[in-house]
């Protein structure tokens, strides 16, 4: 288990002892004690460097207004912003003419952000869910961020340290523990073709499988979220919902059987076959939450 706590000005006190709670509640365990990613910054650090060696990353004073403002000329185009990881509605492509052509061949941690030499190559790969994937970073993001500041520490008395941003930090991370497979929501798939390109630019090895899942949605197809109400696995547990009637509808989902009865994580473990996960969006129904509350 990796906790991934960089996202400084989002991670709230409680959050990582309640998530590990809640996973043990359902029945999922790991080996060791968690990682906490924030422990791994000599890595970063380390890749950060080796990046630099090879010009492949150069730093950016330019604020977000001053970005949009040079991608606003007609040949530049707007894509699904992807900011550390997350989709956070639309952004411009950072502009190719923004990237300077002398870059430093070492890296020192004292501007607002450093950004990667992104190629114009194409990158394939099959995802194990979401199948063929063909995707070119340079058209769809430029580039991107892979050691920042964040806003909060920028405005603090004291300048605090930059660090890795999520793209950097999850390639390091996973490829210094020997990660084979990685599940996640299919929202991230453009994010897939950014961490080859850094597994292949740090000789870090082969990059994972990945396994991209079709994302859980409200009525109206949009993604699961306030919006439609908490549906926040503790509020359900705090209501005394048993976990193993979450995992039968998860399981429902996963297409092992309708819901009917209860299911342990263990009995999910042995029913669960790739071929019956579904390729669309999973639509979280009302008839699903009166499952969970027994009505």
């Known amino acids: 288990m990796r906790i991934e706590d960089l996202d400084t000005p989002r991670v709230k006190p409680g959050v990582m002892e309640l998530t590990v709670d809640l996973l043990s509640w359902l029945g999922i365990d790991w080996d060791t004690d968690p990682l906490i990613q924030s422990t791994q910054r000599e890595l970063h650090e380390s890749a950060m460097r080796k990046l630099a060696s090879k010009g492949l990353v150069y730093h950016c004073s330019l604020s977000r207004a001053e970005i949009d403002a040079a991608a606003s000329a007609p040949q530049e185009t707007a894509w699904p912003a992807q900011v550390d990881g997350a989709a956070t509605g639309r952004e411009n492509v950072y502009p190719r003419h923004l990237r300077p052509v002398q870059r430093p061949s070492t890296f020192e941690d004292a501007y607002p952000s450093w950004r990667f030499v992104v190629p114009d190559d194409w990158v394939t790969f099959d995802d194990m869910i979401a199948g063929k994937q063909r995707h070119q970073p340079a058209t769809s ?8 500041r964040r806003e909060s520490e920028k405005s603090s008395q004291h300048t605090k340290p930059g660090q890795a941003a999520y793209q950097l930090a999850v ?14 929501g299919d929202d991230l798939l453009d994010s897939a073709a950014r961490q080859m390109m850094l597994y292949h630019a740090l000789d870090a090895g082969v990059a994972p499988r990945y396994w991209h899942l079709p994302l859980v949605r409200g ?5 699961l979220a306030k919006r439609h109400g908490d549906t926040r696995l503790d509020v359900y547990r705090s209501r005394g919902i048993r976990a193993e009637r979450v995992i039968a509808l998860i399981a429902r989902w996963c297409g092992i059987s309708p819901v009917g009865h209860e299911m342990t994580a263990a009995e999910f473990r042995q029913r669960l076959a790739v071929d019956t996960i579904p390729r669309n969006p999973v639509v979280f129904t009302a008839e699903d939450e009166a499952w969970l509350s027994h009505r």
């Open 219 to 223: 009525d109206d197809g949009r993604r």
């Open 171 to 184: 390639v390091v991370d996973d490829a210094n523990v020997g990660v084979t497979d990685v599940v996640r």
């Open 141 to 148: 993001i430029g580039d991107f961020v892979v050691w920042t």
